[in-house]
């Protein structure tokens, strides 16, 4: 729930300030004077601060300069009366977004803030986009900081410029689209075609006039001619996704295009040439595939000239905070959504999660957990049961087969710890009651786990 602070002389204003803002979401504090606002950016920590420029002692300008010179990330708008659009913009020179005149109808205000967040989001999104690159996280659409990740990286910049067959294997969910659509943009053929299929999701009988097209009359739904997806990537790149899905009579006439440069549409008698690269993926251990007689062998070695192995995010530790940043900005973005981010008890329960959908089932829990969550930070309660039942039994396990009486309580002291805080907004006192401990005896082990 984003924070705002209200600045005014006017008790009045204030009070209705606070109704309006309250009733349309946002969580209010209010203060008489510019000098008590001080000490409220400080422990209430407020998102913005909407502050009039005439006030007695310290005015709305000088809050805005002092606001700026302690390094304040609050965004202000002032309140200017009297149509004094002068102080107005003054206050905008040290430091104030936007301003509204008084006496203001109430959509002003709102709209003003409306677009104070959505230049925040904005800037905020463009703060971690700029932090993963300057960290190497960021590499065309995909985001890792991890070893495994930037090997993956460092192949896929090389490989790009060289007309190579490339076999993308990895398990599903881990991104290897996204590898074929990096290797495709930094490669010459950028600026044509990039034509994917999925092999294993189309039917036996239409495969074949889906990748090479047919003549009219082939046969009895064949109304008109059709171009295959061969020659829409002409001088592009073919993304082949579950190749080891293709029946093994397609599997002769891929092998015969990649040999020859050349198709036949079914039906016809001639063939037609074809400039493509052809990059493809699979979930399926090819080379058992091969031994069982499943995946001809010929093919097998004319897809595997270069291939490349996508971690899975189990493999990737280093890469789940990260990438949960980058999905969350993504799906703010996405959907006028203002969540900040997890709160550190939810990111070490997804540190110790397995992660069997990869990358793309921590995407969908974390977009599941922004439209239920109530609140602007995500805590575990916010994560499906599984993720949580999860973590649980891993400190049974842990506490079970440890076998240092220390390492086990302190692992179990911080796990229950960190979950009490977590159930109770931060609350120390109440904290120390559900684990039935002295207040002083938490503070002391706040401090020496290091927890926030």
């Keep these: 729930m984003p924070r705002v602070l209200v600045v005014d002389d006017e008790e009045n204003l204030r009070l209705v300030l606070r109704t309006l803002l309250r009733r349309h979401g946002y969580e209010v504090e209010t203060c008489g004077s510019a000098e008590d606002a001080l000490g409220s950016v400080d422990s209430f920590a407020p998102d913005f601060v909407i502050a009039d420029v005439r006030m007695p002692g310290m005015t709305g300008i000088q809050l805005c300069a002092e606001l700026k010179r302690r390094g304040s990330e609050a965004v202000v708008i002032v309140m200017s009366a009297f149509g004094s659009v002068d102080l107005a913009l003054e206050a905008m020179k040290a430091g104030a977004y936007d301003y509204v005149s008084k006496p203001f109808k109430q959509d002003e205000v709102l709209i003003a803030l409306r677009k104070a967040e959505e230049r925040e989001q ?180 004319r897809l595997h000239v270069l291939p490349i192995a996508v971690p899975a995010l189990r493999d990737r530790k280093d890469d789940i905070a990260p990438l949960a940043d980058h999905f969350i900005a993504r799906h703010n973005a996405r959907l006028g959504m203002k969540i900040r981010g997890l709160d550190d008890e939810a990111r070490r329960v997804m540190l110790s999660y397995g992660w069997p959908g990869n990358v793309r089932e921590l995407e969908n829990i974390l977009e599941r957990a922004m439209v239920l969550a109530d609140g602007d930070v995500l805590g575990v309660a916010d994560l499906p049961d599984n993720i949580r039942r999860k973590d649980e039994s891993r400190l049974f396990a842990l506490a079970s087969d440890e076998l240092s009486i220390k390492k086990a309580t302190r692992f179990i002291e911080d796990t229950l710890i960190r979950r009490a805080l977590e159930r109770t907004g931060g609350n120390r006192t109440a904290a120390s009651r559900i684990l039935e401990i002295s207040h002083r005896a938490l503070l002391y082990k706040i401090k020496e786990y290091g927890i926030r």
Excluded: W
């Design 122 to 301: 904005l800037r905020r999104e463009n703060r971690a986009l700029r932090a993963q690159v300057e960290h190497g996280a960021r590499f065309e659409e995909m985001v890792g900081r991890s070893e495994p990740m930037q090997k993956v990286f460092r192949v896929v910049e090389r490989a790009a410029e060289f007309a190579t067959t490339i076999l993308i294997h990895g398990e599903s969910g881990t991104g290897k689209e996204l590898v074929a659509r990096a290797l495709h943009r930094r490669s010459p053929r950028a600026a044509r075609p990039f034509v994917a299929v999925n092999c294993g999701a189309i039917p036996e009988a239409l495969l074949e006039s889906e990748l090479f097209g047919h003549k009219r009359g082939a046969f009895t739904d064949a109304t008109s001619d059709k171009a295959g997806l061969f020659e829409a990537a002409h001088e592009g790149t073919l993304f082949l996704d579950e190749v080891g899905e293709l029946p093994l009579s397609l599997q002769v006439k891929l092998l015969r295009a990649l040999q020859e440069g050349t198709i036949r549409r079914i039906g016809e008698t001639k063939d037609r040439k074809v400039d493509v690269r052809l990059v493809t993926a699979t979930v399926r251990d090819l080379e058992a595939a091969v031994r069982d007689g499943e995946f001809r062998e010929d093919l097998f070695y």
